[in-house]
């Protein structure tokens, strides 16, 4: 399984972005999503999750600012981000997990599968 993360930039405060996560085979049924964010010198944090049921959460942080989705057809999973704010500023990566069960996983270490992280800066 692999998986690649695009999306990142540079955007000033209050803009938006929508990092896209492509995975290699159709994968997705059975597996969960999630995102997580790396600033510098910080440790990997739990951004998003979506069940392979479709359930989702958020971290305190980010809730009614973004939205994670995916597209089962496409093999993709989305996060949408708005209102960004410079403490949103990170690599973004995009994981996946085996799982059958609907409980949601927020701990980086829960994941079996991650992509490579895709850079988004936010200006203020």
């Known amino acids: 399984v692999q998986l690649q993360a695009s999306g990142g930039g540079l955007v000033q405060a209050g803009g938006s972005l929508k990092l896209s996560c492509a995975a290699s085979?159709?994968?997705?049924?059975?597996?969960?999503m999630g995102w997580f964010r790396q600033a510098p010198g910080k440790e990997r944090d739990f951004v998003a999750t979506i069940t392979w049921s479709s359930s989702t959460s958020y971290a305190d942080s980010v809730k009614g600012r973004f939205t994670i989705s995916r597209d089962i057809a496409k093999n993709l999973a989305y996060l949408e981000m708005n209102n960004l704010q410079p403490e949103d500023t990170a690599v973004y990566y995009c994981?996946?997990?085996?799982?059958?069960?609907?409980?949601?996983?927020?701990?980086?270490?829960?994941?079996?599968?991650w992509g490579q992280g895709t850079l988004v800066t936010v200006s203020s």
């Open positions: 994981a996946a997990k085996l799982t059958s069960s609907r409980a949601t996983f927020t701990h980086w270490l829960q994941y079996n599968y």
């Open positions: 085979g159709r994968i997705f049924s059975g597996y969960a």
